[in-house]
């Protein structure tokens, strides 16, 4: 049984900063690539920020210079520091692991980030 757990969303104004948080726990044996998706209300999930088990990172454009991915791999740990937030950046935001022991990746439940103007 594998388990993400989200945490860090919330209501920000514009231009406000937030850190998501995303724990794996479980039998999980070896993590490879973590990230992170959002979906906007009526609009399909698109991929936000990965990071491989080596730390190399990689980002959407809407968001590049803004957020930033990193990972503490002792801790089966995932995090977004998400800077300088806009009203395009309402969604839930789902954490994404890929676990190679079961050969699949593994969603968090989400969790809602709001910006206000």
């Known amino acids: 049984q594998v388990q993400l757990v989200e945490s860090g969303g919330g209501l920000v104004e514009v231009g406000g900063s937030l850190r998501l948080s995303c724990a794996a726990s479980?039998?999980?044996?070896?993590?490879?690539?973590m990230g992170w998706y959002r979906q906007a209300p009526g609009k399909q999930r698109d991929l936000v920020a990965t990071?491989?088990?080596?730390?190399?990172?990689n980002y959407a454009d809407s968001v590049k210079g803004r957020f930033t991915i990193s990972r503490e791999n002792a801790m089966n740990t995932v995090y977004l520091q998400m800077n300088n937030l806009k009203p395009e950046d309402t969604a839930v935001y789902y954490c994404?692991?890929?676990?190679?022991?079961?050969?699949?990746?593994?969603w968090g439940k989400g969790t809602l980030v709001t910006v206000s103007s």
């Open positions: 990071i491989t088990s080596g730390g190399r990172q």
């Open positions: 994404n692991v890929n676990l190679p022991y079961y050969g699949m990746d593994y």
């Open positions: 479980g039998s999980i044996h070896r993590i490879n690539a």
